[in-house]
């Protein structure tokens, strides 16, 4: 929506063409980071339930084999 905004404004010369670069720049750049945050927390939560596991593994192994 804001992206169809900014070529309105620009093929009617409301705004300057480094202007709409710019905000054309730091719209994509917020998507990108939303993304990353996505990203970083599917890999947050898939480390957890490894470590989880392992923990479970490690219980089950002391408990099969005492020392």
Same mark, same amino acid.
Do not use: N, P, S
């Given at each position: 929506?804001? /992206?169809?905004?900014? /070529?309105?404004?620009? /093929?009617?010369?409301?705004v300057d063409t480094p202007l709409a670069i710019a905000v054309v720049v730091i719209w994509v750049s917020r998507i990108t980071l939303?993304?990353?945050? @996505?990203?970083?927390?599917?890999?947050? @939560?898939?480390?957890a339930e490894e470590r989880e596991l392992r923990r479970e593994r490690q219980h089950e192994n002391r408990e099969a084999f005492p020392s």
């Open positions: 929506m804001c /992206f169809i905004a900014i /070529f309105a404004l620009v /093929f009617t010369g409301h939303y993304q990353i945050k @996505e990203t970083r927390a599917r890999w947050d @939560e898939k480390d």
